[in-house]
C-alpha cells in the first residue's frame, strides 16, 4: 500500500530486529490472552441458559435477540493493497484480530450495534508490523424471526486506522468510510448465541500523523483502500 504524503517524507529508523520481534509476540499474546478471556466468560455465563432454553422449547430460544447483548468476534481480514514486486517496502493483506461488539436490538429483525478493534499484518520489514484498528456502528436486518437460525444483512459507517510501528519512530494514517456485509447467529439458548460474519470496508484515509522521539509531524493525504474480514463470532444476550 502506497501513501502519498504531502510536502514530507518518511525515513524509517532502523533498529535491531530481534528487539521488534520480541515486541511483536509480546503485543500478540497480550491481545488474544485478553480475548480468549472474554470468550470463556461469554461461554460460561451462557451454560445455566442453554438448559433452560432447551426446555422451553425452539419459540423461546430465540427470544434473546432482543435486548442488549455482548459479543466477541475473532477475525481473518485482507487489505486490498496494491504492493507490487518492484516496492522495497510492502504491507502483507493476509491478517488476524479480535472485535469487540455490543448491541441493542429494537425487536426480532433490527439492531443497532457498536463495533471496534482492530487486526495485525506482517510487512516486508521484520522490525515493522502493521495495525489496523476500526471503529464501527451497524444497523441489522435479520431474517427468520421465528427460528433460531438467523440470518441478516447489515451496513454501517466506521472511523479507520493504520500504524506503522518501528520502536521510537510510528506513522499513523486515519479516516473514514463505509461498511456492509451479512452472515448469520445460531441462538442455541434465550441468551447465547453463534455464528459467521462478513464484511467489506471501504475506506478513504485523509489523514496521516509521523512521530518520531516525541515530535510529530501531521499532514493531508487522498488515499482509497479497502478491507475484507470473515470472523467466527459469539454472544451473550441479556
Known sequence: MTVGVENEQVVPIHHHERIGDMRNVKNRTKQYGVASIIATVLLILSMPSQSAGSEAGGSEAIEGDRGFYLGIKFVGSSLHTDNSAEEEFIIKDEGGGVLLDIGYG????????????????ETSKQSIDAHFYTLQIFGYYR??????????????????GLELDEGSADVRIEGGGVAFGGGFRYFFSPHFSMGVDLTLNIIRYDRAKLTLEGFSIETTIDEESAMTSLGLQMAYHF
Do not use: C, D, V, W
Request: positive net charge; proline residues 9%; aromatic residues 18%.
Open 106 to 121: 429494537f425487536n426480532r429483525t433490527f439492531s443497532l450495534e457498536l463495533s471496534m478493534g482492530g487486526s495485525n499484518h
Open 143 to 160: 431474517f427468520s424471526p421465528q427460528r433460531p437460525f438467523r440470518p441478516y444483512i447489515k451496513g454501517g459507517l466506521g472511523a479507520y
